[in-house]
């Protein structure tokens, strides 16, 4: 066997005994996850692709959309328009926490639910399906093939999706999301809903890595400067109120999602992924997370680390 191919295997054989945590719940089809699922992908700067687990899984991609869809927002409006309506500061509370400036309505960052509402709102469409169309097509680009909604997740989130919709109505009151309510959290759910593997998810972070060029189609899919600004939020929010936690444990950018996903990017090194359903209390995944600390510190991959 490949002698990182070897290396992985080992990482997940560390962290298989963790069984702490449950899948969420709060999604009626996102309980139905096998909680035992366990999978591991790495891509370098050439495209290489390593993958050991249950690396042909494929699960909704929750939050792990935020960072794209704010990568989208940024090709669409630039920084500065982007940070009229989302801040770029760490919210230290939960993912879908109701966490509003007080005065103008603007939630704390694009990475938790609030931000990632009115980040998806300002994606240009005139309808649902046009607006998830560009959606779809830009989360495509960065895993290098064509992405799909699962549509049984979509109905699911979206017959379930109070609270968003609470968050969005409040937006909606600040003119932070403009037009129809309904519009815009239909789009943020089905964005949600978006299929992929470990191996998608490793490439999409190795996009980013890699200054906005995919590793393995050598497509641009964003400028080197929007890879950046994302990097560097997912760097400060990604991991919602452990965010700081990981930066000192870990120490790379990531994001992960309640289904389980979880992906880090080494600047200029490579992009990595990681999928295991059961959650702590944070809603990242257990062992998704410990896989990152392993890797981490058998590898010295922390940013500020001396290369
Ligand atoms: N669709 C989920 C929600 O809005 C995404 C949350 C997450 O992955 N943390 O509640």
New binding site residues.
Partial sequence: MDPIQLLLEGVLDHVRPLTDGAPAA??PELATADPDHLALAVVGPRGRIFSVGDDHIEFSI??ISKPFVLALALQEHGLDAVLQRVGAEPSGEP??AISLEARTGRPANPMV?AGAIATSALVSGDDIDERTGRIVDMLSAFAGRSLWIDEGVYRS?SET?FR?RALAHLMRSYGIVDGSVDTAVET??RQ?SILVTVKDLAIMAGTLAFGGINPVTGRRVVTEAIARDVLSIMASCGM?DFSGEWMLRVGLPAK????GGLLAAAPSQFGVASFSPRLDEH?NSVRSTAVMERLSTSFGMHVFEQH
């Fill in positions: 709060y999604i929750q939050s993912f879908n639910n989130e999706g968003n943020y759910f949600c919602y992960s999602g309640v289904s809603g």
